[in-house]
């Protein structure tokens, strides 16, 4: 599936590394030096997906050119260049929402394509959430008129990731138990993805090898025109939990197209009441695709300095995905090591489990391909992660109080640039005014 086209409007020694940069992630970077060449651009080219715009040079230019990209049914994204002293005087620096659509001198143009990827995996994701609503409702959303998720959204199945950078911190230990309770003590429907195509071994745990992956069919659809969806491809364990496997090789995956995963999870939710995903520590396309579908993401850590400093380093990765408000913070093996309460501080967000150490027992329960819930019903542990998949269920029923807004990534700093957009126009009205020819008789 082709990729979306980026306009850049910056200085000319900025664009070749810039331009190399999003080729090699497989974007079409198209250099633009006006207003009037944005708007021819736009015009013939649909698949514009985001533009990158110049704060410092021309801002008359740069605002008509914001203009253009939300003008009439149009809502392109815009990612902004500027220096930090100009970012500090619109009160932009440490607002997380706002951060997401701004980038200070200097930068890399590595870490300008990290966030191009970012940007524009979220507005498609954000497009497949609303597929959903009516046209009414979707509209309300796109317009910002609508600030929860609708009860059409809230009623689907949950998606809950989870994530830790670094591997080793129980994320597969969790997710296989908390889909184990989810399914047998709690009656809802599950469905279970190991998302790590690289280290994944949920489906081995399970005794679950030779189970058809998402690449198999995927793979064999090519060749019939068809598509199956997930919950035709997953398949049921001993424990009712529907589970299903991307690849069992890390190689020959380009099937695995992330806005094609990320629209095949989403339609999941009609079929399922939660689905678990675990996977890979990698910040890639596919795991970024899947973060912004999340309702929760899980962050598994264990009470030492290594796994504490991933977990740091994925929430300042999750304000720049403006993803922050869904970590939460399960602590593995709570009762070794540093205290609990000492990882929530140094983390910077509370957990909302705590879970004993219990290695063995999980060797055991994988060893007989069964969860722990099944091999170890009444253990100690059992309950601990049985308290997890109550405070999920709360979560999900208090919408009041956990629910999100939808509208991630469509008012992040619009209200600001539409204001500077008015000003700029009124100038521009003002003096064509005043350059007309007065005419007297």
Not at 300 to 325: G, H, M, S, Y
Request: aromatic content about 4%; proline content about 5%.
């Amino acid at each position: 599936m082709p990729r979306s086209a980026v306009a850049i409007y910056l200085p000319g020694d900025e664009i070749p590394a810039v331009n190399a940069e999003l080729a090699e992630a497989g974007y079409e970077a198209i250099a633009v030096s006006s207003p009037d060449e944005l708007e021819a651009l736009l015009e013939c080219r649909p698949d514009v997906g985001l533009a990158i715009l110049d704060g410092e040079g021309d801002f008359d230019a740069t605002i008509e050119m914001y203009a253009l990209l939300h003008e009439g049914e149009r809502n392109v994204p815009s990612l902004m260049i500027v220096s930090a002293t100009a970012s500090d005087r619109l009160s932009l620096a440490g607002r997380a929402r706002v951060n997401g659509e701004f980038v200070t001198r200097p930068y890399s143009a590595a870490s300008l394509r990290w966030r191009v990827e970012a940007m524009l995996i979220r507005a498609e994701t954000m497009l497949i959430r609303t597929e959903a609503l009516g046209d009414d409702a979707r509209a309300a959303i796109l317009e910002g008129e609508v600030g929860v998720a609708s009860p059409a959204v809230a009623q689907r199945g949950q998606i809950v990731v989870i994530f830790n950078p670094k591997g080793g911190v129980g994320k597969t230990t969790i997710a296989i138990n908390t889909a184990a309770v989810l399914q047998m003590r709690r009656n809802q429907r599950v469905l279970l993805i190991d998302c790590d195509t690289v280290t994944g071994h949920i489906v081995t745990s399970l005794g679950m090898a030779e189970i058809p992956t998402v690449v198999d069919v995927w793979n064999a659809d090519l060749g019939r025109h068809a598509s199956h969806s997930l919950p035709e491809i997953a398949s049921a364990h001993s424990s009712g939990v529907a589970v299903l496997t991307m690849s069992r090789s890390p190689l020959h995956t380009e099937v695995l197209e992330p806005k094609r995963v990320a629209q095949a999870i989403s339609a999941a939710r009609d079929a399922y009441d939660w689905i678990i995903i675990d996977m890979h520590p990698d910040y890639g396309p596919l795991n970024q695709g899947i973060f912004a579908l999340a309702d929760q993401i899980l962050v598994p850590v264990t009470p030492e300095v290594p796994t504490i400093r991933a977990a740091v380093q994925f929430r300042e990765v999750a304000v720049d995905l403006e993803i922050r408000d869904r970590l939460a913070l399960v602590v593995n093996r709570s009762n070794s090591g540093v205290s609990a309460s000492d990882v929530e501080k140094v983390v910077g967000f509370g957990a909302i489990a705590r879970i004993r150490s219990a290695g063995m027992l999980f060797v055991h329960a994988a060893n007989s391909h069964r969860s722990a819930v099944e091999a170890f019903p009444k253990a100690r542990v059992v309950g601990d992660i049985e308290a997890l998949a109550d405070r999920l269920i709360s979560m999900r029923d208090d919408p009041g109080g956990t629910q999100r807004s939808m509208l991630w990534f469509v008012r992040p700093v619009r209200d600001l640039l539409d204001r500077l957009t008015s000003q700029a126009v009124g100038r521009s009205l003002s003096l064509r005014r005043s350059s007309e020819p007065v005419h007297t008789r």
